[in-house]
């Protein structure tokens, strides 16, 4: 994700040269199609859908961003303790598209118990880092479904097929479980890019959310920014039935 003004990112400004270039070689000028509040970038030529470009790409932007930490503990922390009065007693979670693992550990450390918290991360890097599975979002897995008393990502703007990746997220909730979902000015649809190549403004994200859940859930409430102590981000809180 993009760095928002007002909020200090952890470690070296990050190089995204490799991403734009590799985007750039393969298919030419940036594609972007806008509807609906939302604008994507496309991974597309003439052979149609190049998700080997997407992987590449991801793959190259983690590289650039390893050293850099979007949210921090302090929020994750208020998260953590919200949760049981959303869910009830917190026994797993899952974060997705988390880079070095630190959204996982952040939960696993301030919620009761010992919950079994872990995250995912597309990148190969994935592999290095603990409670981390090397996983694209946007898939299914089979031993995931309905198991997660909460889902968490503020790296969901890296979707390139957000309907997608909001159903299968959707489908890995228990009843009544969360999915909690960070919303900042650097989610908004004029910061979609190539590594991040998904934006969309507010109101029609809760829309989104809801038409994708169908029968299964609902957004249930936008905690506004502020409320965190330290991320001026907002919350969707999308509870399962």
């Known amino acids: ?15 995204l040269d490799g991403p734009n270039r590799a985007y750039r070689d393969a298919v030419g000028d940036m594609k972007v199609v806008e509807e609906d509040g939302a604008r994507r970038v496309l991974y597309e030529d003439e052979t149609g859908f190049r998700y080997d470009l997407y992987r ?16 921090t503990e302090p929020h994750i922390r ?10 009830g007693q917190v026994s797993s979670g899952l974060c997705h598209g988390t880079r070095r693992g630190a959204e996982q550990g952040w939960f696993a ?20 880092f603990p409670r ?9 897995n089979p031993d995931w479904i ?27 909730l228990r009843p009544g479980g969360a999915m909690l979902l960070d919303f900042t000015p650097a989610h908004r649809s004029a910061q979609a890019n190539v590594l991040d190549p ?11 959310l809801d038409r994708v859940a169908g029968e299964r859930g609902k ?14 981000a907002h919350v969707i809180r999308f509870q399962r039935g």
């Open 146 to 172: 309905g198991r997660f008393d909460f889902v968490y990502s503020n790296s969901w703007d890296h979707a390139f097929d957000p309907e997608r990746a909001f159903s299968t997220w959707i489908d890995q």
């Open 78 to 87: 208020w998260l953590a303790q919200a949760l049981p009065k959303w869910v």
């Open 132 to 140: 981390t599975v090397q996983w694209d979002f946007h898939d299914a």
């Open 1 to 15: 994700m993009k760095a928002m003004q007002g909020l200090a990112m952890t470690g070296s400004p990050p190089k």
């Open 56 to 71: 590449e790409v991801q793959n190259l932007g983690n590289a650039a961003k390893l050293n850099r930490q979007f949210v």
């Open 219 to 232: 957004v249930r409430r936008v905690i506004r920014a502020g409320r965190s102590p330290d991320l001026m």
């Open 109 to 128: 450390q301030h919620l009761a118990g010992e919950p079994d918290i872990i995250g995912t991360e597309i990148a190969d890097s994935a592999t290095q």
């Open 198 to 208: 998904f934006g969309i403004e507010l109101d029609p994200l809760c829309r989104m």
